[in-house]
């Protein structure tokens, strides 16, 4: 009798301590692609669909973060900056001037996830392309405006995509 009553009393506590166990975080789902110290502005980008999110971190962490750092974001909001508990509201980047047009839309002969979408720089004429998941490529129309992340060269689309206006980022090809 004593021993069951020991062995139920160390399982009581084994379930006891591990409801307060720490769970493993959630895979991060973006990475920061720009900070601004001055103000205090940091431009994550989703690995996935290349959503972008912008949030203004404190001064310390403004300190710490990197590019390439590891971010979680869930419902509108940043839970995580490099595995560390954090909570900022995430909102769409500030606009960027376009300096180029969406000439043509196509499937990705090498990505087949993907369009390849074909854009004109208006101050030199030259034509870049860019790998765009096919849900978001199809808010997209020829004309529509390409802006250029100056600081990593990416390529910033706007999509309304839901009645929701969203800005997404993909690295350029030439």
């Known amino acids: 009798m004593y021993m069951k009553k020991l062995l139920l009393s160390v399982l009581a506590c084994g379930m006891f301590a591990s409801s307060f166990a720490q769970h493993d975080p959630i895979e991060p789902c973006c ?9 205090n502005t940091v431009v994550a980008r989703d690995k996935t669909t290349g959503r972008l999110y912008q949030f203004k971190a404190d001064a310390l962490d403004m300190k710490a973060v990197n590019v ?7 419902s509108g909001k940043v839970t995580a900056i490099g595995g ?4 900022y509201v995430a909102m769409r980047p500030d606009p ?6 969406v000439v043509k839309i ?3 002969p090498l990505e087949p996830c993907c369009n390849l979408v074909t854009y004109m720089n208006n101050s030199n004429n030259q034509n870049n392309s860019i790998s765009v998941p096919k849900q ?3 808010t997209l129309k020829v004309g529509q405006g390409v802006s250029i992340f100056e600081s990593n060269g990416m390529a910033v689309i706007q999509s309304n995509s839901n ?5 997404y980022g993909y690295p ?3």
């Not at 960027?96 to 047009?101: A, E, L, T, Y």
């Open 163 to 167: 009645g929701q206006m969203n800005s």
């Open 172 to 174: 350029v090809s030439s």
């Open 106 to 108: 196509q499937p990705d």
């Open 84 to 87: 560390a508990k954090r909570m």
């Open 31 to 39: 990475n920061i692609i720009s900070t601004d110290i001055k103000n």
């Open 68 to 74: 390439n750092d590891a971010v979680n974001v869930a």
């Open 136 to 138: 978001i490529a199809s």
């Open 96 to 101: 960027i001037s376009p300096c180029c047009n």
